[in-house]
Each structure stands twice: as C-alpha cells, then as structure tokens.
C-alpha cells in the first residue's frame, strides 16, 4: 500500500478538523474545496489523494499562526514537498488557535510515529528499489496522474452550483486510459447544465486528455475518443435538442 495515499483513517483519529489548502504566503484558494484531515499515530490523512507519513516530515512551521506548512519527503515521488494548511472561523478568518492546534498535535505525534522505512518495507523489492503496482489492480510498470470530472448546474452568480472532483493515483496504462473516459463521460453527462460549465467543462475535458499524453505517451485513438464523449456527445445532443424545439 502507498503510504502516501492511504484510505481515510475511521479509527485511531487524534486531531481531525477542517482545514483549506493554501500557498506558501498563506492565501487560500478561494475555488479550491477544503479538506476534513485526520491525523493518526502514523499518519497525517490529508484528502483521498494526499497522505503525509509522519516520519517523513522534516520540520513544521507556521506563518504567524496564519497557515501551517508542512515540509516532509515524498519518497515514491524521490521529492522534497511542501503541503501549506489554514483553518478559518465561522467569520472566514483565521483561526489561528486551531492552526496552532494542528502543529502542536502533528509535532507530538512525531515523536512516536513509526520509521518511514517500517511503512514503506511492503513496496520495496529484493535491490530496494520502490515497487508501486497500479491503485486499481496492481500491475507495473505505473505512472502518477490525475483526473477528474467537471459538474455544473444553474447559472451563476444567480443561483447555481459546480465542482471539478480531480482524483490522483498511480494507475497502469489500461486504468488511466479508462479513468480518462470515465471522467470525461461524466463531464460530457453532467458539466454542460448552465453558466460556466458550458465555458469550463470543455476545458476540463481536454485537460483529463492532457495529463493523459502528457503521462503515458500520446495516442490519437484514445485522444479522439475521449475527446469525443467529453465535448462532442454533449454537443450533438444540445444541438438535437435545440432543433427539436425549434423545429416543433
Ligand atoms: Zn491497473
């Protein structure tokens, strides 16, 4: 199991909160949606696609209680990263006290939290080299990427809502191939209903084909296909639509 990717910890919980991801100065993404972290005795459970190991973190700090920053090594990716977290009160301010909380919590659990190589004994081979099968059904070789689907409905500002839902894992090619699809399925079924999603679920469905050339190697069959039930299908079906009223 990738021990920066674990399922959403249901016990052993010692510090859970609400938390939005922000940059390095502190900013929150207003679009971005916030996240529900669990910290465990292991584990900093972030969101379904980020989980910080706690013996791999190499310091936590705060900036004037503003935002949380933690630093840690991602070892399957070989990286040095940095993941920035801030609470806000019910006003939307900061909610500096339970910032605080987070890293007094996160820094106590350190001390007593297993060695990364202890989490990552299962994922290595016979010469030590990390071996992560695909999230989906175990086959090597793999590649991380990530894809999503796009939901919008109503017209905003007036009365509407949307959410891009982007989930990364490590997948073979045949599982990434079939995330693609999937997402720009849904995307071509449910991204069209109103203002933006008109204007951004073509976007997001040329993205998903993005990530999967840019990660797997490009391929005009699969490009073609997904490009086709993520902007075509809905397209057609608008414009049947369309003429079936006005043909009436
Ligand atoms: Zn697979």
């Not at 990552?120 to 081979?125: G, P, S």
């Not at 991380?144 to 997948?171: H, K, N, S």
């Amino acid at each position: 199991m990738n021990p920066y990717r674990m399922p959403k910890p249901r016990e052993g919980v010692i510090f859970t909160g609400h938390f939005c991801v922000a940059d390095e100065k502190g900013r929150i993404d207003d679009s971005a949606e916030g996240v529900r972290l669990r910290l465990t005795q292991d584990y900093l459970w972030i969101s379904r696609n980020l989980t910080v190991p706690l013996a791999a973190i190499l310091r936590v700090d705060n900036l004037n209680g503003k935002a949380i920053g933690i630093h840690f090594r991602h070892e399957v990716q070989d990286q040095l990263q940095s993941v920035w977290l801030a609470a806000r009160n019910w006003l939307g301010l900061r909610h500096i006290g339970r910032n605080l909380a987070l890293q007094h919590h996160i820094e106590a659990a350190r001390r007593t939290a297993s060695p990364i190589e202890e989490l990552l004994k299962h994922v290595r081979d016979e010469s030590g080299d990390l071996q992560l099968g695909c999230e989906v059904c175990g086959a090597k070789p793999t590649a991380d990427a990530e894809f999503g689907w796009f939901f919008c409905f109503g017209v905003l500002p007036i009365a509407g809502v949307y959410r891009w839902t982007p989930v990364q894992q490590l997948r073979c090619r045949k599982h990434a191939v079939r995330a693609c699809l999937v997402n720009n399925l849904l995307t071509g079924l449910l991204g069209y209903w109103g203002f933006p999603g008109v204007l951004v679920a073509p976007y997001r469905v040329w993205r998903n084909v993005r990530e999967l050339n840019a990660v797997y190697g490009r391929s005009a069959t699969t490009t073609l296909v997904s490009l086709a039930i993520g902007i075509l299908l809905p397209a057609t079906l608008l414009i049947a639509l369309i003429l079936r009223v006005v043909v009436r």
